[in-house]
T-cell receptor, first 112, second 112 residues
Framework: GEEVAQTPKHLVRGEGQKAKLYCAPIKGHSYVFWYQQVLKNEFKFLISFQNENVFDETGMPKERFSAKCLPNSPCSLEIQATKLEDSAVYFC??????????FGPGTRLTVT | AQSVSQHNHHVILSEAASLELGCNYSYGGTVNLFWYVQYPGQHLQLLLKYFSGDPLVKGIKGFEAEFIKSKFSFNLRKPSVQWSDTAEYFCAVRGSNYQLIWGAGTKLIIKP
């Protein structure tokens, strides 16, 4: 498609539950990036992929966060055992060659 | 580590006023710089970018930015704002692995 799609738009989870977010990049784009925005503050980089390979995971909290980009499937970001501090908007972006990034609408995760 | 600072968190202007939003970055080498805008309820959109060449960059919707290497700055300007420019504006620098490193954003309100 011509736009980055993210689902769901909103997600509510109780503390300790699992959360899974999805991102379909623009067709033909090789790079996918995930960012976290807590309380309308700065965007924090989490992880990036080049095709299905992890490109940079330096921003990922290793213990509970994981992500995948498999061929012919949307990319996913999964949080095991969510905590209150994981409440944020999670943005996905895709890029053709790592230059301009095109953003999806975001998934708002609320952990109660 | 690279960082970006945006000095003004909130700016309120009247229609037809001139706009300048400050952005400073920390890295002294080759930089790629971006301004993104988020209109209420919409995706992040790229306003303009600087990779190389002419330091005065023209973007969409009448915006421009000037890259001043000696001042580590990339300020966003518009000669005459409109009510529809009400939005949040983010400055970002591209990191070594293509990830974006973001400023905290400036919320711009235009009074009709």
């Amino acid at each position: 498609g011509e736009e980055v799609a993210q689902t769901p738009k909103h997600l509510v989870r109780g503390e300790g539950q699992k959360a899974k977010l999805y991102c379909a990049p623009i067709k033909g784009h090789s790079y996918v990036f995930w960012y976290q925005q807590v309380l309308k503050n700065e965007f924090k980089f989490l992880i990036s992929f080049q095709n299905e390979n992890v490109f940079d995971e330096t921003g990922m909290p290793k213990e509970r966060f994981s992500a995948k980009c498999l061929p012919n499937s949307p990319c996913s970001l999964e949080i095991q055992a969510t905590k209150l501090e994981d409440s944020a908007v999670y943005f996905c972006a895709s890029s053709h060659r790592g230059d301009e990034q095109y953003f999806g609408p975001g998934t708002r995760l609320t952990v109660t | 580590a690279q960082s970006v600072s945006q000095h003004n968190h909130h700016v309120i202007l009247s229609e037809a006023a001139s706009l300048e939003l400050g952005c400073n970055y920390s890295y002294g080498g080759t930089v790629n710089l971006f301004w993104y805008v988020q209109y209420p309820g919409q995706h992040l959109q790229l306003l303009l970018k600087y990779f190389s060449g002419d330091p005065l960059v023209k973007g969409i919707k009448g915006f421009e930015a000037e890259f001043i290497k000696s001042k580590f700055s990339f300020n966003l300007r518009k000669p005459s704002v409109q009510w529809s420019d009400t939005a949040e504006y983010f400055c970002a620098v591209r990191g070594s692995n293509y990830q974006l490193i973001w400023g905290a954003g400036t919320k711009l309100i235009i009074k009709p």
